[in-house]
């Protein structure tokens, strides 16, 4: 059977009423992101691209604390049923918003840092704060939990040692403590709440329960928060340096690296191995990610994933690279021929190469990896180097098996597009930039390795 022919008659899902849709976005084209993140596993494990600030580790771990008070004074205990961290979350949501919007304040509004949410919160303080839930509709505020800053980070306070109690991802433990401790004296009485930071649950001399009562469960939690933290938006001393997230291009040693690099680069397996890949990154001689691919594979080449990593690298980014050539010629057009954007002049090296990397990637070894069927129907989808049969190949790749929403897709003889047009996407990568980063800010490393410095890789989940 063709490939064509394999792909047409892939079962598909066809809904026949209406639906509430699951928000998607745009990445994954080639539906190789579980792959990738096996490979990420590999080098970089318990970490994500999300994970890519470490003073965020510390304003969250500050969160946890301070919002561990409120919840208590609520009646709230346990976090065993979803239910449980659900009202749990919702007292800590309040202030990932009041960090961002402390930090659009303080900055003035100026971009180049982790926020997300700030387009959303933008409005709501040029407003005088008016509205509830930060100018947010209840179903935006609800998403937050997966969009935001804890959304993101949450892997780190579940996964890193004894960040929380049992790992539950909610329930402070002692590193957790040490750095809403750091922070808390670093906000100063000029910024901080008016009482302590760990108050007992039936302290109602600092947190009153009947105040938090009344709103607990109610979707009023940030009413409480923003009467009770009245504070949030004044500067500190050196408030930039030791209290806001870090710009994206900042790779200096943070103020509390020496609690950080315990538990990001400490004694454990896979901060062990976060801590060797760091440090081979920073000998590489690499000029660009593919070279710095293929050393590494060479460094750890007892790790069978590891192993493979250069050739699944070039076979993905050969794709993605297809992927923005068509994308490019979409530009300024409602549709375009598959014939017109094959006619292109760069058509021919980019399809070269896609193919060059399928044939590569199926003439070696593949090892036992989970999701490597997925590299291999990609490759093997590839049956020629021509222009038109490669780019048609491909657009019918993305159309079945792409995750996400789908860029564009062929009808007929026109290409039509589904998304936005956006030249220029994130490829597949695997957490180099965020460790690297976080070594750099840990003190691991003496700065961003050069491979890394200019480009980094985009988190999960963009800031909005």
Known sequence: MSNDAQLASAPRLLFTAPWEPVIIRRGDALGLRALADQFADAIAPDLSNRVRDGRWVTILAWCLVRSQGAFHASGGCEVATRVQQQKRYAWLLPLELMWVARTLILTEYKTGRSLAGRQRLRPWL????????????????????????????????RKWPKMTVGGDGWTPDKPTNELAEWLDEKLGRTARPGWSLHVAANDEGQISSRSVKRRSGKEKEDEWWLKNWPRFDHPSRDYDVNTLPRLVDDFKKLPEAHLLAPLIFGNDANGKRRLAVARKIARSSAADHQQLCEQLAKEFSDDQTIALLPRFSRLADAGMAAMDFIAGALQGHRSITLADVAARSAAIQI??????????????????????????????????????????????????????????????????????????????????????????????????????????????????
């Not at 008016?130 to 993101?152: P, V």
């Not at 780019?391 to 062929?410: K, Q």
Request: with cysteine; charged share 30%; net charge positive.
């Open 126 to 157: 040029e407003d005088d704060r008016r509205e509830e839930r930060f100018g947010m509709s209840a179903e935006q505020f609800r998403a937050y939990r997966q969009t935001g800053i804890y959304g993101g980070y949450r892997l780190a306070f």
């Open 351 to 464: 399809c070269r190469e896609l193919k060059d990397a399928a044939a590569h990637w199926l003439s070696g070894p593949k090892g036992q990896v989970r999701h490597i069927d997925t590299a291999n129907r990609f490759a093997k989808a590839i049956p020629s180097a021509r222009p038109a049969k490669c780019l048609r190949a491909l657009l019918r790749y993305h159309e079945v098996y792409g995750g996400g929403l789908r860029w564009f897709v062929l009808r007929d003889s026109l290409i039509e597009p589904r998304t936005p047009p956006s030249v220029g996407s994130s490829r597949y990568r695997f957490r180099l930039w965020s460790l690297c980063r976080l070594a750099a800010q840990c003190g691991v490393l003496r700065t961003m390795p050069a491979v890394l410095r200019d480009v980094p890789e985009p988190a999960e989940e963009e800031d909005r």
